[in-house]
């Protein structure tokens, strides 16, 4: 079983940086694809970014150029730095696990990330 915990949303101004934590415990991730996803009420969540073990990544279309995802497996943590926040960026930032793609098992209770214009 592998908890996910995730930390760093907040409110900032368009153009702005966050940089999200996902912290996992019960078990080491560094075998696991870790993504991130974000939710906004009343839409579907929405894929943004993955990174395997290896350290490939993919993102969103939406989020390339912009977004950086990485992992510390020494510290069981992933990692999402966003820059060049949008509006349109605000949502619930949920990090999730998976030992093989597609399916994501594990899921963290989410972060709001707000950005404001």
């Known amino acids: 079983q592998v908890q996910l915990v995730e930390s760093g949303g907040g409110l900032v101004q368009a153009g702005g940086s966050l940089r999200l934590s996902c912290a996992a415990s019960g078990r080491t991730i560094s075998s696991y694809v870790m993504g991130w996803f974000r939710q906004i009420p009343g839409k579907e969540r929405e894929f943004v970014t993955a990174i395997w073990s290896a350290g490939r990544t993919y993102y969103a279309d939406s989020v390339k150029g912009r977004f950086t995802i990485s992992r510390d497996n020494a510290k069981n943590t992933v990692y999402l730095q966003m820059n060049s926040l949008k509006p349109e960026d605000t949502a619930v930032y949920y990090c999730?696990?998976?030992?093989?793609?597609?399916?994501?098992?594990?899921w963290g209770q989410g972060t709001q990330v707000t950005v404001s214009s």
């Open positions: 999730a696990a998976a030992r093989k793609i597609p399916t994501y098992e594990y």
